[in-house]
């Protein structure tokens, strides 16, 4: 097998810098990777300052007919289970091609999107594999009809060599707090600022920084600063400056919630430990009191009492920080790569 396509609702998207990590991997594998979407992304998308940030080219626009196309290659992918299901089963059906899915999030849990038992119980006859990105994943659709042979549980990829080889010394005191995501309720920002207020009343020299909830605040305070969503390469710069990243996740009222937010593997990566809500797969990738902190989500006094502990206990902030590399390696593009390979794609 040399032929993969990854077959897309939309491709680049900005957000969705998982898929084109893997994208890239598989081509560093020595692999003829194709992108195949149903629409074209913006232009100007990037995911990084080097070559491997230009996103890749696209093979074909347009699902209707490009069942032609994909006859032509050994595997088909794709991403999210609602697209998975619904689209791409039957276009790999009429292709007469194997083909794989990740799940991630709103897809499995937003009620408006989820894919339904009965599609999984349809799809179980037909996938290859359902790719899970952690065990809570892999329960979550073994309960819903896909048998556990066929569910393989590979972390969503994250780019994170050059971070590896760029991390500053792991933070000795916490003073600059950064939360990174988009505009939206399951990410949880309105109580991270509702405990960042309550923790500063014990660290007033405690800052917080969001990328994605510009204007969360009509007049932030002091220590407060809100930003629109920046470029991939200027997230990271903040998280090397960063003493300590918050994922503050929460379930939004409509049922959706996070996966595991890839700015947590990121921060892993880049030597910042981390505070994370115990939701959903976070418990894979944060070891409480290991490489980070996990709290009750939507929990403002657990959270405000987290970073309050980590201000007063620097050795303690310090040694989170230099763990926090082993933990993030599994979410690595290339050992995903690889894993992906010999797990999802494989005969």
């Avoid at 100007?44 to 007919?65: E, N, S, T, W």
């Avoid at 083909?99 to 037909?126: C, I, M, N």
Wanted: contains cysteine; aromatic residues 6%; neutral net charge.
């Amino acid at each position: 097998m040399r032929r993969l396509a990854y077959v897309l609702a939309q491709y680049p998207v900005a957000s969705q810098t998982f898929v084109h990590a893997e994208i890239v991997a598989l081509r560093r594998l020595g692999f003829d990777v194709q992108v195949v979407v149903h629409e074209r992304g913006p232009e100007g998308v990037r995911f990084g300052d080097g070559a491997d940030g230009v996103p890749v080219p696209v093979l074909h626009a347009g699902l209707g007919d490009a069942a032609r196309v994909l006859a032509g290659f050994d595997h088909l992918h794709g991403h999210f289970a609602d697209f998975g299901a619904r689209v791409l089963a039957p276009l790999a059906e009429r292709a007469g091609r194997p083909y794989s899915f990740t799940a991630h999030a709103y897809d499995l849990f937003r009620r408006d999107a989820a894919v339904r038992p009965d599609e999984w119980r349809k799809v179980a006859g037909t996938v290859h594999r359902v790719v899970a990105i952690s065990r809570f994943h892999r329960y979550f659709i073994s309960a819903r009809g896909v048998p556990a042979e066929q569910i393989a549980v590979i972390p969503n990829a994250a780019s994170l060599g050059e971070l590896f080889d760029s991390a500053p010394e792991s933070p000795r005191q916490l003073r600059r707090v950064l939360a990174v995501g988009r505009p939206v309720p399951k990410k949880g920002f309105g109580v991270l600022v509702q405990a960042w207020a309550r923790a500063r009343a014990a660290v007033p020299e405690l800052e917080l920084d969001i990328v994605g909830a510009e204007g969360l605040v009509a007049e932030p305070p002091p220590g407060l600063r809100l930003w629109p969503m920046r470029e991939w390469s200027v997230v990271m710069e903040a998280m090397r400056r960063a003493d300590l990243v918050v994922a503050p996740c929460i379930v939004a009222p409509d049922g959706d919630m996070d996966g595991i937010p890839t700015v947590l593997a990121e921060a892993g990566a880049l030597r910042r430990p981390v505070i994370a809500s115990e939701l959903s797969g976070v418990g894979d990738l944060v070891a409480n009191g290991v490489n980070g902190l996990l709290v009750p989500p939507g929990d403002v006094q657990a959270l405000a009492a987290a970073l309050v502990r980590l201000a007063k206990r620097p050795d303690e902030l310090n040694r989170m920080g230099v763990a926090a590399p082993a933990l993030a390696a599994a979410h690595d593009a290339d050992v995903v790569a690889r894993r992906l390979v010999h797990e999802a794609f494989a005969a």
